[in-house]
T-cell receptor, first 115, second 111 residues
Framework: EAGVAQSPRYKIIEKRQSVAFWCNPISGHATLYWYQQILGQGPKLLIQ????????DSQLPKDRFSAERLKGVDSTLKIQPAKLEDSAVYLC?????????????FGSGTQLSVL | AQSVTQLGSHVSVSEGALVLLRCNYS??????LFWYVQYPNQGLQLLLKYTTGATLVKGINGFEAEFKKSETSFHLTKPSAHMSDAAEYFC?????????FGAGTRLTVKP
């Protein structure tokens, strides 16, 4: 079974530039998550989609971060403009459905360095 | 809101020794608890989870964890460490809405 695909694997940008990440979840998974993992910390949820609707975006810095999941499959996460503190690994995860006991499948992540 | 505390950001054991990674949680509702592992340059993978029922949960690669409500703990153990167990381990707690991760514990296995 194909896993969660993310691209690019690495990205280096200067502060105030824009960047976008792409995620393709496991086929048939209705729920998609974007997490931010800063070095030395655990993953922090940024946004959760159920199909193409947003379930939770309470921790998304909406002044600079945006995400969409058109057609309820692939998703993109954008940062505009980037700040130094956005340097982190951005993880995409998917699950078959939304539920507290559902297993999440994670992609390998996109490592972002903001200089 | 729930939260997770992992005691010890770095644990080092010898090959063949007992592995014990500590996790304490707080939750206002009966929690669902998870352990995920992250190998270098890979995404997180589920090791095991507790939802309801038996409090001793067995996972992949010989790991197990015990849910102790009185101690609000969900410590991860493995009787005998392998070199291949070297990785970052994350404890997570989930309620009806949200999954929160601990800061992680890096496990090093010495030959």
């Amino acid at each position: 079974e194909a896993g969660v695909a993310q691209s690019p694997r690495y990205k280096i940008i200067e502060k105030r530039q824009s960047v976008a990440f792409w995620c393709n979840p496991i086929s048939g998974h209705a729920t998609l998550y974007w997490y931010q993992q800063i070095l030395g910390q655990g993953p922090k949820l940024l946004i959760q989609f159920q199909n193409n609707g947003v379930v939770d975006d309470s921790q998304l810095p909406k002044d600079r971060f945006s995400a969409e999941r058109l057609k309820g499959v692939d998703s993109t996460l954008k940062i505009q403009p980037a700040k130094l503190e956005d340097s982190a690994v951005y993880l995409c995860a998917s699950s078959l459905m939304t539920g507290s006991n559902e297993k999440l499948f994670f992609g390998s992540g996109t490592q972002l360095s903001v200089l | 809101a729930q939260s997770v505390t992992q005691l010890g950001s770095h644990v080092s054991v010898s090959e063949g020794a007992l592995v014990l990674l500590r996790c304490n949680y707080s939750s206002s509702v009966p929690p669902y608890l998870f352990w995920y592992v992250q190998y270098p340059n890979q995404g997180l993978q589920l090791l095991l989870k507790y939802t309801t029922g038996a409090t001793l949960v067995k996972g992949i690669n010989g790991f197990e964890a015990e849910f102790k409500k009185s101690e609000t703990s969900f410590h991860l153990t493995k009787p005998s460490a392998h070199m291949s167990d070297a990785a970052e381990y994350f404890c997570a707690v989930s309620d009806d809405n949200d999954m929160r991760f601990g800061a992680g514990t890096r496990l090093t296995v010495k030959p």
